[in-house]
């Protein structure tokens, strides 16, 4: 008895904490004390995928222990470009990252040394068509690439080596996550041995999905006009300055909004995408050009402020705004003066088609859940909101309580009570601040 209650006084056990005291903790500013757990949950992050990624190289080590070493100096080659579609909802994007494995590269180049199509990613002359960024998806992604061939490069022009090559999706898909997949790929014209998915493509096809919502999609429409042509988009993407973009004129060949369904396009759930096309595109410059179409569509904007934004001269600051969201982004064309429109495994396509039926399937199920139970609430309000308005003396009931908020979960950000228009908003630095920020940046690092 005695011994329990001495153990009862004995004050409690305290946690160590590397680096920091739990007194020093405790005496820390809140903002820095939260800015130190984010910055540990990063390092801890970071740490978990460079030992999933030493722990996924040994395994291959061991899994190929005992066996011979695959001899590539005996192989034939055939240079070609490769359709690859994939959901990059859960991706931290298209291109490696060194502490994270979870980017479609990644996927892509380990199935393809473990499937031995190539001997590493340096040698095999890989080109992608473009880089899309955390959570975006592609449906028309093309890269350029030299594979392991059947056939000597002497037989690779005979009709007959294309239906008898090795089937590079089939091979691909069986190693590759559900979010990605092969689709098609095209033999590369002899005369044209050093052309690239990227420097050769012509023609780069965007689509951003949203719901029609309250969005006046007559007023996005016109604001799309204003983007049509070659302009400086400084204002309308992220400015890379860091990385030597210093160059912002693209042309947009096409931009406008279109219904999915023609037949269904007044409803508020009634599904739109800004199809946008040019020859290249900036860094954000999709998602920039979408957040400040969608503030033209709530009646915030009108649509020649797309105009003033593109006017550098006259406004030579980026205004403060918030981007749209990047789930909804997709690549969706590329386009080449290649005559070969692909060459497809019609097993394997329907594989893949069987594939995305399902998940569509799953998903739409999903939708179709919540829009009912969304329907029922709705009616709910609506019958409340009623009453309200006979009982407040009003004969007619209106639409000025409906909710109708499909489409604020797309701009990214904190709503703000009070809307400040574009151009009365704090600015961001000039294009040639930054310019001068990272000169200095340099040359301090030269003498460093």
């Not at 069986?174 to 092969?182: C, G, H």
């Not at 369904?261 to 007044?266: A, F, P, R, S």
Request: net charge positive.
């Amino acid at each position: 008895m005695k011994r329990a209650e001495k153990m009862e006084k004995l004050p409690p056990k305290q946690k160590k904490t590397k680096g920091l005291k739990r007194e020093e903790l405790l005496n820390m500013d809140k903002n820095d004390l939260v800015e130190k757990i984010i910055q540990l949950e990063a390092h801890n992050e970071q740490l978990k995928n460079i030992i999933s990624k030493n722990l996924e190289n040994s395994s291959d080590i061991q899994t190929g222990a005992g066996k011979r070493k695959f001899d590539f100096s005996k192989c034939h080659y055939r240079r070609l470009l490769l359709r690859i579609l994939y959901f990059g909802w859960n991706y931290q994007g298209l291109a490696v990252q060194e502490d994270s494995t979870q980017t479609i590269e990644h996927h892509l180049f380990h199935a393809l040394k473990k499937s031995c199509l190539i001997e590493s990613r340096e040698k095999s002359q890989y080109h992608r068509c473009g880089r899309t960024d955390k959570g975006v998806s592609a449906f028309g992604q093309v890269i350029s690439i030299t594979l392991r061939s059947k056939h000597a490069p002497s037989e690779q022009n005979l009709p007959s080596s294309i239906s008898s090559e090795m089937p590079y999706c089939k091979i691909l898909n069986r190693l590759l996550p559900k979010e990605i997949r092969a689709v098609a790929w095209m033999p590369i014209p002899d005369e044209k041995p050093e052309f690239s998915a990227r420097f050769d493509c012509k023609k780069r096809q965007y689509k951003y999905y949203f719901p029609k919502s309250s969005l006046d999609i007559n007023a996005m429409r016109d604001a799309c006009r204003h983007l049509i042509g070659s302009h400086d988009f400084r204002h309308l993407c992220k400015m890379d300055v860091g990385n030597n973009v210093t160059e912002f004129r693209r042309e947009i060949l096409k931009a406008d909004i279109e219904a999915l369904d023609q037949k269904d396009c007044n409803s508020a759930t009634s599904m739109y995408t800004l199809t946008i096309e040019g020859n290249a595109f900036l860094w954000h410059q999709i998602r920039c050009i979408m957040g400040v179409l969608l503030l033209v569509g709530l009646g915030r904007e009108l649509p020649s402020v797309i105009t003033d934004l593109l006017d550098v001269q006259t406004n030579p600051r980026k205004p403060q705004y918030n981007m749209a969201l990047d789930v909804p982004l997709n690549l969706f064309h590329c386009s080449y003066d290649v005559e070969n429109s692909g060459v497809y495994d019609q097993d394997e396509l329907k594989n893949v088609i069987v594939h995305l039926q399902s998940e569509w399937t799953i998903h739409s199920v999903k939708t179709t859940m919540i829009k009912d139970c969304l329907s029922n609430l709705e009616e709910i309000f609506d019958s409340l909101s009623k009453e309200k308005e006979i009982g407040d003396g009003l004969e007619n009931a209106s639409d000025r309580d409906r909710v109708m908020a499909h489409a604020d979960c797309l701009l990214q950000g904190v709503k703000p009570r009070n809307y400040t228009p574009l151009l009365k908003r704090e600015t961001c630095s000039s294009l040639e601040e930054r310019i001068e920020y990272y000169r200095k940046k340099r040359k301090v690092a030269d003498v460093e």
